[in-house]
């Protein structure tokens, strides 16, 4: 297996709700990664986890909640979004270390839209 | 300032012809990573350089990193219509993971 799936594919929620993204992955990677991307924009990093562990926070404001339950699992728990939080929302995977050389995985994005 | 300039931004070629997408860091490379991304789907990895003067091929598809100059290149030769799409050049800092950093893309599209 080696994919990252992301669901669900599409989102559109109001400001007051609360939804949380997935994404999983079955290839043995400890490092799991969000990313934002914006319309004719290249992905922006997010977060970072490494070994189940919170190791990059890239100054993320806090309606945006990353969670690593294990080792395949990733989740971002959204609450109180603003419109201008729509976007591309991906995940990827990767090995740590000197595995990291055979590239990143990305999941095909979950595509929110905040009303 | 952007870390990874990328030219062109955006080029229209005939189907068949050859043509090469230029990624140059401000910074030191430890790592430089190819992606396509068709839009709005998610990232496919192409390849990833490591060291000066290492050159990899994908299908018809080839990268150079000359790590002097900081700057790598992708070539596609006879491009087809399932070319098209969005090329990414990436970057990783001093550690082997962790932040990979984009450069602006560059939109590719490919007439028949």
């Known amino acids: 297996d080696t994919e990252v799936t992301q669901t669900p594919k599409h989102l559109v929620m109001g400001m007051t709700n609360k939804k949380s993204l997935k994404c999983e992955q079955h290839?043995?990677?400890?490092?799991m990664y969000w990313y934002k991307q914006k319309a004719k924009k290249p992905p922006e990093l997010m977060f970072v986890?490494?070994?189940?562990?919170?190791?990059i926070n890239e100054s993320v404001p806090s309606r945006f909640s990353p969670e690593c339950p294990n080792s395949s699992l990733l989740n971002l728990h959204l609450h109180a979004l603003q419109p201008e939080d729509s976007a591309l929302y991906l995940c990827?995977?990767?090995?740590?270390?000197?595995?990291?050389?055979?590239?990143?995985?990305f999941g095909s994005g979950t595509r929110l839209t905040v009303v | 300032s952007q870390e990874l300039e990328q030219s062109p931004q955006s080029l229209i070629v005939q189907e068949g012809k050859n043509l090469t997408i230029n990624c140059t860091s401000s910074k030191t490379l430890y790592g430089l990573y190819w992606y396509k991304q068709k839009y709005g789907e998610g990232l496919i990895f192409l390849m990833m350089?490591?060291?000066?003067?290492e050159e990899k091929s994908h299908e018809k598809i080839t990268a150079k990193l000359d790590e002097k100059k900081q700057q790598s290149s992708l070539h596609i030769t006879a491009s087809q219509p399932s070319h098209a799409g969005i090329y990414l050049c990436g970057m990783t800092g001093g550690t082997s993971y962790g932040k990979l950093t984009f450069g602006q893309g560059t939109i590719l599209t490919v007439h028949p």
């Open positions: 290839m043995g990677h400890r490092a």
């Open positions: 990827a995977s990767s090995q740590v270390g000197q595995g990291a050389r055979r590239g990143y995985t």
């Open positions: 986890y490494s070994y189940e562990k919170l190791s």
């Open positions: 350089l490591q060291k000066g003067g």
